[in-house]
């Protein structure tokens, strides 16, 4: 199995988190992104659109994060990342989506760039960007998740789920652009309890930095 990723990446993030907590060994394959590795002919041949992660098992590559995660839920059941009841798995996935869907791909790398390049926007002008979209999606989560948490250290019940594997690379970004976290004490607890698991720390963007 082969990863190709970025070590920055949240969408990497969140696979690598996943394959070290189903217990996968992986060869991690590192895509810079600063200088534009991913619009090689190489990976475009991997992935058209030009993206991380992508994951390689057989025959055709996997790409989009949630769904190469139910791609190894499926594949590897145990530990799941998903409950039991469909109830559940429909809370979760809502709370994986709103970050993976809703936060994250306004403040991806691309986005960022058009901001600084084209948009000629500064550096304050880009920080104040991701701040009001963190803010905006993190003021939702710390709602819901006030009523999904089963412990106050996981974001569904009190087990790793889909939406943890989400949450913790979503609150490294957030931490790294100097956003303001006070407001969400609960998303930060969550976070910091999970950030000591073994396979959260080993799957960490200062893990893979010098590759």
Same mark, same amino acid.
Request: with cysteine; charged share 20%; proline share 8%.
């Given at each position: 199995?082969?990863?190709?990723?970025?070590? %920055?990446?949240s969408?990497?993030? =969140?696979?690598? #988190?996943?394959? +070290?907590?189903?217990g996968?060994?992986?060869?991690?394959?590192?895509?810079?992104?600063?200088?534009?590795?991913?619009?090689?002919?190489?990976?475009?041949?991997? +992935?058209?659109?030009?993206?991380?992660?992508?994951?390689?098992e057989?025959?055709?590559?996997?790409? !989009?994060?949630?769904?190469? #995660?139910?791609?190894?839920?499926?594949?590897? @059941?145990?530990?799941p990342?998903?409950?039991?009841?469909?109830?559940? %798995?429909a809370?979760?996935?809502?709370?994986?989506?709103?970050?993976?869907?809703? #936060?994250?791909?306004?403040? +991806?790398?691309?986005?960022?760039?058009?901001?600084?390049?084209?948009?000629?926007?500064?550096?304050r002008?880009? +920080?104040?960007?991701?701040?009001?979209? #963190?803010? %905006?999606?993190?003021?939702?989560?710390?709602?819901?998740?006030? =009523?999904?948490?089963?412990?106050? =250290?996981?974001?569904?019940?009190?087990?790793?789920?889909?939406?943890?594997?989400?949450?913790?690379?979503?609150?490294?970004?957030?931490?790294?652009?100097?956003c303001?976290l006070?407001?969400?004490?609960t998303? !930060? =607890?969550?976070?910091?309890?999970?950030?000591?698991? @073994?396979?959260?720390?080993r799957?960490?963007?200062?893990?893979?930095?010098?590759?």
């Amino acid at each position: 199995m082969k990863l190709y990723h970025y070590y %920055r990446s949240s969408a990497s993030y =969140r696979v690598r #988190i996943a394959l +070290n907590l189903k217990g996968l060994p992986y060869e991690a394959v590192a895509v810079d992104l600063v200088k534009s590795a991913q619009r090689s002919a190489e990976f475009l041949g991997l +992935n058209p659109e030009g993206l991380v992660p992508v994951l390689v098992e057989g025959e055709r590559p996997l790409t !989009q994060s949630l769904a190469i #995660i139910e791609y190894l839920e499926e594949t590897c @059941p145990q530990p799941p990342l998903l409950p039991r009841d469909p109830q559940g %798995r429909a809370l979760v996935r809502a709370l994986a989506l709103a970050i993976a869907c809703e #936060i994250s791909p306004l403040n +991806n790398s691309g986005v960022l760039n058009y901001l600084r390049g084209p948009l000629a926007a500064d550096e304050r002008t880009v +920080n104040a960007w991701y701040a009001r979209w #963190i803010g %905006r999606g993190f003021e939702a989560l710390e709602k819901e998740v006030s =009523r999904t948490t089963g412990d106050g =250290r996981h974001m569904y019940g009190t087990a790793v789920t889909l939406a943890d594997v989400c949450i913790v690379p979503q609150m490294f970004n957030a931490r790294r652009y100097h956003c303001d976290l006070a407001p969400y004490p609960t998303l !930060q =607890r969550i976070s910091a309890h999970l950030e000591t698991l @073994p396979e959260f720390a080993r799957a960490a963007p200062e893990a893979f930095e010098s590759a």
